[in-house]
């Protein structure tokens, strides 16, 4: 079985830093693409960033995904916090599963970590 956790959320003043982790853990899968999601209180899940399971970096304004080999995790890193980055961030793993020869699509999300951005 193949399982995808958020870990690194937590209460963080405007103007700080943060970094998440999401951790793929199993046998057997390859990722094709990694995407962060936020879900603000009351509003839908939005997708924030995301990168291809062959690349290593992916800068885009605050927000910077990065690859973990060694923890099999990729990374979310938010720069100067606002209030509004407030919300469940979710991570979303995208590729295949191989089942005794066959490949099986694979799409996970975690639970989510809550992150808290006070003014």
């Known amino acids: 079985q193949v399982q995808v956790v958020e870990s690194g959320g937590g209460l963080v003043q405007a103007g700080g830093s943060l970094r998440l982790s999401c951790t793929t853990s199993?046998?057997?899968?390859?990722?094709?693409?990694t995407d962060w999601y936020r879900q603000p209180p009351g509003n839908q899940r939005k997708w924030v960033a995301g990168?291809?399971?062959s690349s290593v970096r992916s800068v885009a304004g605050r927000f910077t995904v990065s690859r973990d080999n060694a923890k099999n995790a990729v990374n979310l890193e938010i720069d100067s916090l606002k209030p509004e980055d407030t919300g469940i961030y979710y991570c979303n793993v995208r590729g295949l599963r191989n089942i005794r020869g066959t490949l099986i699509p694979l799409d996970l999300w975690g639970p989510g970590t809550q992150v808290t951005v006070s003014s």
């Open positions: 199993g046998s057997s899968f390859s990722i094709d693409h």
């Open positions: 990168m291809p399971g």
